[in-house]
């Protein structure tokens, strides 16, 4: 059965009716796929409908800038998988992330951030924050006594940490970080884009916001670019409120990608982490690297943490490094088949990229060498594909790059 609005304008000339003709016909049925709600704005019966909306009375909608039904679909899912009272989507993750500081740092104090922060993030602290008189601290944010030492002395509102770094995928201890920055008045907020909520609900151990952007792993496609922020309600709705401001909430489209992936997140994150389980095995084996940055591993500095905190695994990140430095990367690089160098992560096939061009390319060289990405360093985010046909690929690159290396030296 459907519900057919009577035709109107039946009268009304061919201009006229190019703008109004036409009937959407709305099934009393439920979709089994969420509809798409592709509108800039809503149309209202009369005044009194109007104050109904606008001050909340009645579930309408106002205008594409303040969010749309797709958007707050995505929320409500992505709050329901963080166990949280309230979620924000936002136009992209550092949109998310600006949001989070730019409002529980309202009004004055200090940021203590782990040092090994994802370029974007760093360049959004040092250009607005700092710039704009926010005091700014980096910590290790693997050194509990180095963080809680900070936190007593700079006392900040905020303390900031990725729960699996970028590109080393060193692991914070969530409990014992919340624990800190509640004995010393400051506010956890946690990016938590490698982890997703399947593997880490990051509020769950301390944290009073968590971040995350979607077109990594939540989206999981390599389609989507949006971001969002989760916590409690009286922290999420006046970042809600800055985003709106901004004219950063999610696009109604991005939000219905976004919940499209999140469908199969638990699935693919699965696989996901055992792949990477694997090539973090292989890799440690092979003589042409000198370091593999994975939690699975036992030389891992945070591989009992991990156990504990990730059970399910800790997604498809792992980062490695090559003997024979920037030429033996862009030789590995160019010896590759199917997995392609990508300067993003978490889509479902796999990636590599190269830290010092791309995520840490404005780090000073000595400063990127002080946090263990060197010339050397690669990234890879492992796919779902099967894990044999990676390992293939990967060794062919390996045995490509003997080849040109024999090659140079014989001439």
């Known amino acids: 059965m ?110 203590l951030a782990g040092r090994e922060l994802y370029g974007g993030t760093s360049a959004l602290v040092e250009n607005d ?36 770094t970028n590109p080393l995928l060193h692991v914070a201890d969530l409990p014992a970080l919340g624990r800190l920055a509640r004995g010393n008045g400051a506010r956890l907020v946690v990016d938590a884009t490698f982890a997703t909520p399947v593997l880490l609900r990051a509020l769950d151990h301390g944290a009073d916001l968590v971040v995350h952007s979607v077109g990594k792993y939540l989206g999981g496609h390599g389609d989507v670019g949006a971001g969002v922020l989760a916590g409690s309600a009286d922290l999420v709705e006046p970042a809600r409120a800055y985003l709106v401001r901004r004219g950063a909430v999610i696009p109604h489209f991005e939000a219905w990608l976004a919940l499209r992936g999140l469908r199969t997140l638990a699935l693919r994150m ?70 392609a160098v990508v300067h993003s992560l978490g889509e479902v096939a796999t990636t590599i990229s190269y830290p010092p061009s791309a995520s840490h390319r404005y780090v000073d060289p000595g400063a990127r060498a002080s946090l263990g990405v060197g010339e050397g360093t690669l990234r890879l985010s492992t796919g779902i594909e099967d894990v044999r046909d990676i390992l293939d690929d990967l060794s062919a690159a390996f045995a490509g790059l003997h080849g040109r290396v024999r090659a140079t030296a014989e001439t």
């Open 129 to 164: 924050y700092r710039k704009a008189g926010v005091r700014v601290e980096y910590v290790d944010q693997s050194d509990l006594d180095a963080v809680e030492a900070a936190l007593e002395r700079s006392r900040p509102k905020v303390l900031y940490v990725e729960a699996l």
């Open 270 to 339: 699965e696989r996901h982490s055992a792949n990477a389980r694997a090539v973090a095995a292989f890799l440690a084996g092979r003589p042409e690297v000198v370091a593999v940055h994975h939690p699975s591993l036992p030389a891992h500095p945070q591989h009992e943490l991990s156990a504990r905190l990730y059970p399910r695994g800790t997604g498809g990140m792992l980062a490695f490094a090559l003997a024979g430095g920037r030429e033996a990367v862009a030789g590995f690089l160019g010896a590759l088949r199917t997995v």
């Open 2 to 111: 459907w519900i057919t609005p009577e035709a109107h304008l039946p009268e009304s000339r061919p201009d006229t009716l190019a703008v109004h003709a036409g009937r959407l016909e709305i099934p009393v049925n439920t979709a089994s796929s969420p509809p798409l709600f592709q509108a800039s704005s809503y149309e209202f019966d009369d005044l009194d409908e109007v104050e109904r909306v606008y001050s909340g009375e009645s579930a309408g909608r106002i205008y594409g800038r303040y969010g749309g039904p797709n958007g707050a679909q995505f929320e409500s899912a992505l709050a329901e998988l963080e166990g949280a009272e309230s979620a924000a989507g936002a136009a992209a993750g550092m949109s998310a992330i600006d949001a989070a500081l730019a409002t529980l740092l309202a009004g004055g104090g200090g940021l």
